[in-house]
């Protein structure tokens, strides 16, 4: 996946993506909350890139961000070769067929007043000029794409259980013939049994169409079985990214490490085994970062240095990248005097 | 845990359904089990299973209509727990059985402190006066590891993050000392790494108090860590109980083996392809007449589509409805 002959399909550089607050009688600007601060990776065409953290960490707002359903506070983003991080909206449109998202939920992401073929088509009407029954053509082949019965194109949203209604959403997401998808949590919503189907099914559209996903998730075992690299963000920031094997068998960050480590095992007698990182407290609020390291109030190796200077992003092995002083060669030295000192 | 314990919960047959517009829906189909004393029994199952109705079903917390429990026994220290008078059930309900739901925001009323909604059942069940029952408090906060316990009893809820929440819904249902803990899918709503404290947490507590308890979930992982004992639900019906390793070990019936290696993992092998159950869970209706997971078994044969296999034994405390034997790989006899 990482090797050097693959061209990024897509680029985001520095993203940030802040909120404003308004307090007071008269609205003024209070603050922001910074959802996204600072985000820069690469997907490879073909690739799925994981991006996971917990609720409250921006994972979602980077994903709609990157397709711009915000106008962002800074940075850029390249899809293919354009650059739409600045482009006003109304340019974007034309861009709009080539980037798709699959939502969290499929019940609400679904207008319940529309048929399944009005809501596959609606993008054909929007983006194409296929005549009615090139229209139908084209919907029924998107139904059979995702395993939908052709026979219910005519049914509405209700009538269909959460899986086959995550289906349409794909299919909606497809008509298009787009070449980037986000996948926002779309399995979050279903149950266990049913999320492996949709699993399955993205990963043999992406085979048979050459798609590539910005796969979002609080999932971890599940996105890395479907991932090929990972990206991990903690309160706005992507604290490490490296290759799905990489991230999943030696983490470099104490954020990745605590995070994998709290994950249950479906096994008694591996669970056993788990040596688990019980981070303390709760993440600190967007509003209000702490200074330094982002995960300086809860790392447990945390260091003096971590409380003044913010890591830099940089790579620490071949595709491996992670923000943490721990990891920085100029500064490992003082950093390891430090928590002698400390030790005493 | 020993056999012969005497339990402390014994649910016999427990039917419920609900009548709607469409006709009644059998939700809870003859769902047996028991509960000894310091047991961590592991409920699992899909949405629509039954789990929560079951929970509901047993302490009369279900709106009546549309729901009706129609048959049964639930035995707790001797009293048929559908059979007694609604007062008390409510003593029982604050008193002796602990509940704790998946959302915390909810269940807490926001325009009351934390401190008065941990007081209330103090008060209202164990007789304290205002002062006693605020010292209680404080100490209830403190054992589920709330810092400053003291200065949060006077905050609201929206006043604490989620996993503080929910250790406050766990200090709300340990505050009268019950018998019985039913923890209702109470990690889903959360983080992995507040689920991780929740989890650790609870083993802490069993340990200093030693309640049964009762966990609802659909983790699979969260049930290899705590549960002495599960419970696997499909369709409204228990269709597998077994001792938590020799489930997983040795999983009996086809939805729990195929459940169970359709989850991945985030450590041990990585297979490239998922293994999926194919369909759809079932739809509710009426009661049963045959297996409910038979559109959706690789072993279904005819006698799965007229009869509903009722639950054998086939081990030490592990027993399975299915008419497949897994050990043979044939169909029982009888």
């Given at each position: 996946?990482?090797?050097?002959?693959?061209?990024?399909?897509?680029?985001?550089?520095?993203?940030?993506?802040?909120?404003?607050?308004?307090?007071?009688?008269?609205?003024?600007?209070?603050?922001?909350?910074?959802?996204?601060?600072?985000?820069?990776?690469?997907?490879?065409?073909?690739?799925?890139?994981?991006?996971?953290?917990?609720?409250?960490?921006?994972?979602?707002?980077?994903?709609?961000?990157?397709?711009?359903?915000?106008?962002?506070?800074?940075g850029?983003?390249?899809?293919?070769?354009?650059?739409?991080?600045?482009q006003?909206?109304?340019?974007?449109?034309?861009?709009?067929?080539?980037?798709?998202?699959?939502?969290?939920?499929?019940?609400?992401?679904?207008?319940?007043?529309?048929?399944?073929?009005?809501?596959?088509?609606?993008p054909?009407?929007?983006?194409?000029?296929?005549?009615?029954?090139?229209?139908?053509d084209?919907?029924?082949?998107?139904?059979?794409?995702?395993?939908?019965?052709?026979?219910?194109?005519?049914?509405?949203?209700?009538?269909?259980?959460?899986?086959?209604?995550?289906?349409?959403?794909?299919?909606?997401?497809?008509?298009?013939?787009?070449?980037?998808?986000?996948?926002?949590?779309?399995?979050?919503?279903?149950?266990?049994?049913?999320?492996?189907?949709?699993?399955?099914?993205?990963?043999?559209?992406?085979?048979?169409?050459?798609?590539?996903?910005?796969?979002?998730?609080?999932?971890?075992?599940?996105?890395?079985?479907?991932?090929?690299?990972?990206?991990?963000?903690?309160?706005?920031?992507?604290?490490?990214?490296?290759?799905?094997?990489?991230?999943?068998?030696?983490?470099?960050?104490?954020?990745?490490e605590?995070?994998?480590?709290?994950?249950?095992?479906?096994?008694?007698r591996?669970?056993?085994?788990?040596e688990?990182?019980?981070?303390?407290?709760?993440?600190?609020?967007?509003?209000n970062?702490?200074?330094?390291?982002?995960?300086?109030?809860?790392?447990?190796?945390?260091?003096?240095?971590?409380r003044?200077?913010e890591?830099?992003?940089?790579?620490?092995?071949?595709?491996?990248f992670t923000?943490?002083?721990?990891?920085?060669?100029?500064?490992s030295?003082?950093?390891?005097?430090?928590?002698?000192?400390?030790?005493? | 845990?020993?056999?012969?314990?005497?339990?402390?919960?014994?649910?016999?047959?427990?039917?419920?359904?609900?009548?709607?517009?469409?006709?009644?829906?059998?939700?809870?189909?003859?769902?047996?089990?028991?509960?000894?004393?310091?047991?961590?029994?592991?409920?699992?199952?899909?949405?629509?299973?039954?789990?929560?109705?079951?929970?509901?079903s047993?302490?009369?917390l279900?709106?009546s209509?549309?729901?009706?429990?129609?048959?049964?026994?639930?035995?707790?220290?001797?009293?048929?727990?559908?059979?007694?008078?609604?007062?008390?059930?409510?003593?029982?309900?604050g008193?002796?059985?602990?509940?704790?739901?998946?959302?915390?925001?909810?269940?807490?009323?926001?325009?009351?402190?934390v401190?008065?909604?941990?007081?209330?059942?103090?008060?209202?069940h164990?007789?304290?006066?205002?002062?006693?029952?605020?010292?209680?408090?404080?100490?209830?906060?403190?054992?589920v590891?709330?810092?400053?316990?003291?200065?949060?009893?006077r905050?609201?809820?929206?006043?604490?993050?989620?996993?503080?929440?929910?250790?406050?819904?766990?200090?709300?249902?340990?505050?009268?000392?019950?018998?019985?803990?039913?923890?209702?899918?109470?990690?889903?709503a959360?983080?992995?790494?507040?689920?991780?404290?929740?989890?650790?947490?609870?083993?802490?507590?069993?340990?200093?108090?030693?309640?049964?308890i009762?966990w609802?979930?659909?983790?699979?992982g969260?049930?290899?860590?705590i549960?002495?004992?599960?419970?696997?639900?499909?369709?409204?019906q228990?269709?597998?109980?077994?001792?938590?390793?020799?489930?997983?070990a040795?999983?009996?019936?086809?939805?729990?083996?195929?459940?169970?290696?359709?989850?991945?993992?985030?450590?041990?092998?990585?297979?490239?392809?998922?293994?999926?159950?194919?369909?759809?869970?079932?739809?509710?209706?009426?009661p049963?007449?045959?297996?409910?997971?038979?559109?959706?078994?690789?072993?279904?044969?005819d006698?799965?589509?007229?009869?509903?296999?009722?639950?054998?034994?086939?081990?030490?405390?592990?027993?399975?409805?299915?008419?497949?034997?897994?050990?043979?790989?044939?169909?029982?006899?009888?």
């Amino acid at each position: 996946m990482a090797d050097g002959a693959l061209k990024p399909l897509v680029e985001v550089r520095n993203l940030k993506m802040h909120f404003p607050i308004f307090s007071g009688i008269l609205r003024r600007r209070a603050g922001e909350v910074k959802a996204v601060d600072g985000v820069s990776f690469d997907i490879f065409e073909g690739e799925t890139l994981g991006l996971v953290g917990e609720s409250g960490c921006g994972k979602s707002t980077a994903g709609r961000a990157i397709l711009r359903l915000y106008d962002i506070t800074e940075g850029s983003i390249r899809i293919d070769g354009a650059e739409i991080g600045s482009q006003p909206q109304d340019d974007l449109r034309a861009m709009r067929p080539r980037m798709q998202m699959v939502f969290q939920d499929p019940q609400a992401s679904l207008n319940p007043r529309m048929s399944v073929a009005g809501i596959i088509g609606e993008p054909l009407d929007e983006h194409t000029k296929l005549s009615k029954s090139e229209k139908l053509d084209r919907i029924y082949e998107l139904m059979d794409a995702v395993g939908l019965n052709r026979d219910f194109a005519n049914r509405y949203p209700h009538e269909f259980s959460g899986g086959q209604r995550q289906r349409i959403g794909i299919a909606r997401a497809l008509a298009l013939n787009p070449k980037f998808i986000v996948c926002d949590e779309p399995i979050a919503a279903l149950d266990v049994s049913i999320q492996a189907q949709v699993v399955n099914l993205l990963e043999d559209l992406q085979e048979k169409f050459g798609l590539t996903y910005l796969f979002i998730s609080h999932d971890l075992s599940m996105v890395r079985h479907i991932a090929d690299r990972v990206a991990v963000m903690y309160l706005g920031k992507v604290v490490e990214l490296a290759p799905r094997d990489a991230l999943y068998t030696v983490p470099k960050h104490p954020y990745t490490e605590a995070l994998l480590s709290a994950v249950p095992e479906p096994d008694p007698r591996l669970e056993a085994k788990v040596e688990r990182i019980i981070l303390k407290g709760d993440v600190p609020s967007p509003a209000n970062p702490p200074k330094g390291c982002n995960f300086c109030t809860r790392c447990p190796k945390v260091m003096e240095i971590c409380r003044s200077e913010e890591p830099e992003f940089r790579e620490v092995a071949p595709g491996h990248f992670t923000a943490c002083h721990l990891h920085d060669q100029t500064k490992s030295q003082t950093a390891g005097k430090t928590a002698a000192s400390e030790a005493q | 845990m020993p056999d012969g314990a005497v339990p402390v919960l014994d649910v016999r047959n427990l039917k419920t359904i609900f009548r709607t517009r469409g006709g009644e829906i059998h939700a809870v189909n003859s769902v047996s089990f028991d509960l000894k004393p310091g047991e961590l029994l592991g409920v699992v199952g899909e949405s629509g299973s039954g789990k929560s109705v079951t929970m509901m079903s047993l302490i009369g917390l279900l709106p009546s209509p549309p729901a009706e429990v129609r048959e049964g026994e639930v035995l707790f220290d001797g009293t048929n727990l559908l059979t007694t008078d609604e007062e008390t059930l409510r003593k029982i309900r604050g008193d002796r059985i602990g509940f704790v739901f998946q959302d915390p925001m909810t269940s807490l009323n926001p325009v009351f402190t934390v401190g008065f909604q941990i007081m209330e059942p103090l008060r209202k069940h164990m007789g304290l006066d205002k002062a006693a029952a605020r010292v209680r408090a404080k100490e209830l906060l403190e054992l589920v590891g709330i810092p400053d316990a003291e200065r949060r009893l006077r905050d609201y809820p929206h006043q604490f993050s989620g996993g503080m929440r929910q250790r406050v819904m766990i200090a709300i249902a340990l505050a009268c000392d019950p018998k019985v803990l039913i923890a209702d899918e109470p990690t889903t709503a959360l983080d992995v790494t507040i689920q991780a404290q929740i989890l650790e947490l609870v083993k802490e507590l069993r340990q200093k108090l030693g309640m049964a308890i009762i966990w609802i979930t659909h983790d699979l992982g969260v049930i290899a860590g705590i549960a002495d004992r599960v419970m696997v639900m499909y369709g409204g019906q228990v269709v597998e109980q077994a001792p938590v390793k020799d489930l997983f070990a040795n999983p009996q019936h086809p939805y729990t083996r195929a459940l169970l290696q359709t989850v991945p993992s985030v450590r041990g092998d990585r297979a490239d392809r998922l293994r999926v159950i194919e369909g759809q869970p079932p739809v509710l209706g009426g009661p049963p007449v045959a297996c409910p997971f038979r559109a959706r078994c690789t072993h279904r044969f005819d006698r799965c589509d007229r009869e509903n296999p009722a639950r054998r034994d086939v081990g030490a405390g592990h027993d399975v409805a299915c008419f497949w034997d897994a050990k043979t790989e044939a169909p029982i006899d009888g």
